[in-house]
């Protein structure tokens, strides 16, 4: 995708005109809002919680060699703002007195918003952007705005509707050639060789354990999962996909090249021992109960046949005549006597 260095011409461009608020700013800056009286250490970033603001907000317009997205009418590109250009740029927006122009979301004219500071970053150590937490380039350019209008501070900063701050700007565009000595290729080149050198100045740990008659090798102390794992010690031949059984008893499942899993080995022996052990447990209880059924069977036989034998016994016994009662008269004395006690013992006497 083409790159383009933006140019700042005082006399054909016009230049930074505004500055926008918006939700997504391209510069990924956030601003941050103060309360009233308040110090710089302990700025807010979560505005819904702010009462009694001094509506101020703080934060990044622009940040020096950083590769922007643009889409106009299907064509796709990047730009790029140099220290240089930002500073041209910063000063011409406060000579032509523009800090007044405010939009929101690069479409909407707003009043009552006004940028009150402007600086260009010269020292990030001992910027007062650290002061709010900011940690960017130097060349970098900070704003700090001041919001008036009730609207615009409750609807949409309060609200977290927009979160940074954007330029409105008529700029001139320069392709930049690879071929030449420009600073975004200046940065890519040292970063590839910063990184070229920690990695040829860090010492990498190679590992290896047995697994049967191979031995398996990888970065590290210890195999873990995910890692990539190699059948030589050049690291060059990738181990092929398979479960491989490790000489600490662990089991290590490779796929495409790295270990997918490290799991326990399954004790088949003991398994099929406890198998034998509890199917044998099964054929003597069930011996057992056969036992225990032909046990109660026997006896049932032996019961059926007793009652069988006694149902013979009494049906040869013969019928028995019925008895019948042959009433008793008993001689009555006469009993005299003139009063109860007299008549009883007269009765008693002659019994």
Same mark, same amino acid.
């Given at each position: 995708?083409?790159?383009?260095?933006?140019?700042?011409?005082?006399?054909?461009?016009?230049?930074?005109?505004?500055?926008?608020?918006?939700?997504?700013?391209?510069?990924?800056?956030?601003?941050?809002?103060?309360?009233?009286?308040?110090?710089?250490?302990?700025?807010?970033?979560?505005?819904?919680?702010?009462?009694?603001?001094?509506?101020?907000? %703080?934060?990044?317009?622009?940040?020096?060699?950083?590769?922007?997205?643009?889409?106009?009418?299907?064509?796709?590109?990047?730009?790029?703002?140099?220290?240089?250009?930002?500073?041209?740029?910063?000063?011409?927006?406060?000579?032509?007195?523009?800090?007044?122009?405010?939009?929101?979301?690069?479409?909407? %004219?707003?009043?009552?918003?006004?940028?009150?500071?402007?600086?260009?970053?010269?020292?990030?150590?001992?910027?007062?952007?650290?002061?709010?937490?900011?940690?960017?380039?130097?060349?970098?350019?900070?704003?700090?705005?001041?919001?008036?209008?009730?609207?615009?501070?409750?609807?949409?900063?309060?609200?977290?509707?927009?979160?940074?701050?954007?330029?409105?700007?008529?700029?001139?565009?320069?392709?930049?050639?690879?071929?030449?000595?420009?600073?975004?290729?200046?940065?890519?080149?040292?970063?590839?060789?910063?990184?070229?050198?920690?990695?040829?100045?860090?010492?990498?740990?190679?590992?290896?354990?047995?697994?049967?008659?191979?031995?398996?090798?990888?970065?590290?102390?210890?195999?873990?999962?995910?890692?990539?794992?190699?059948?030589?010690?050049?690291?060059?031949?990738?181990?092929?996909?398979?479960?491989?059984?490790?000489?600490?008893?662990?089991?290590?499942? %490779?796929?495409?090249?790295?270990?997918?899993?490290?799991?326990?080995?399954?004790?088949?022996?003991? %398994?099929?021992?406890?198998?034998?052990?509890?199917?044998?447990?099964?054929?003597?209880?069930?011996?057992?109960?056969?036992?225990?059924?032909?046990?109660?069977?026997?006896?049932?036989?032996?019961?059926?046949?007793?009652?069988?034998?006694?149902?013979?016994?009494?049906?040869?016994?013969?019928?028995?005549?019925?008895?019948?009662?042959?009433?008793?008269?008993?001689?009555?004395?006469?009993?005299?006597?003139?009063?109860?006690?007299?008549?009883?013992?007269?009765?008693?006497?002659?019994?």
């Amino acid at each position: 995708m083409e790159v383009y260095n933006v140019i700042f011409n005082e006399k054909e461009d016009k230049g930074i005109y505004a500055l926008s608020l918006v939700e997504n700013p391209a510069m990924e800056g956030m601003f941050v809002a103060l309360k009233e009286n308040e110090k710089p250490e302990t700025f807010h970033t979560q505005l819904s919680t702010i009462d009694e603001e001094q509506r101020l907000l %703080v934060g990044l317009a622009m940040q020096p060699d950083k590769l922007i997205y643009r889409n106009v009418e299907g064509r796709e590109f990047y730009i790029t703002f140099s220290k240089e250009e930002i500073k041209k740029g910063a000063h011409a927006f406060l000579k032509n007195h523009f800090n007044n122009n405010s939009s929101l979301e690069h479409e909407e %004219v707003i009043d009552g918003v006004a940028v009150v500071e402007s600086w260009i970053i010269e020292d990030a150590e001992h910027d007062k952007s650290k002061k709010y937490g900011f940690e960017y380039p130097v060349g970098s350019w900070m704003v700090a705005m001041k919001v008036d209008s009730d609207e615009v501070w409750n609807s949409y900063v309060k609200s977290g509707k927009v979160k940074g701050f954007s330029i409105d700007g008529l700029f001139s565009l320069e392709k930049i050639n690879l071929k030449s000595d420009m600073n975004v290729i200046d940065e890519l080149k040292k970063g590839f060789a910063e990184l070229k050198a920690m990695l040829s100045n860090q010492e990498i740990k190679l590992g290896s354990i047995k697994a049967g008659d191979i031995t398996i090798y990888f970065e590290g102390e210890l195999l873990a999962l995910d890692a990539p794992v190699f059948s030589d010690e050049e690291m060059k031949e990738t181990l092929q996909d398979n479960e491989y059984e490790l000489e600490t008893g662990m089991i290590a499942v %490779v796929t495409d090249g790295k270990v997918a899993e490290l799991k326990e080995p399954q004790p088949e022996e003991e %398994v099929e021992l406890a198998n034998e052990d509890l199917l044998k447990e099964l054929n003597s209880l069930k011996s057992e109960f056969e036992a225990y059924k032909a046990s109660l069977s026997k006896q049932l036989e032996d019961k059926e046949k007793e009652v069988a034998d006694l149902k013979a016994e009494l049906s040869e016994t013969p019928a028995t005549k019925p008895i019948k009662h042959t009433p008793v008269q008993l001689a009555s004395k006469e009993v005299t006597g003139t009063n109860p006690k007299e008549r009883i013992f007269n009765r008693l006497r002659n019994s």
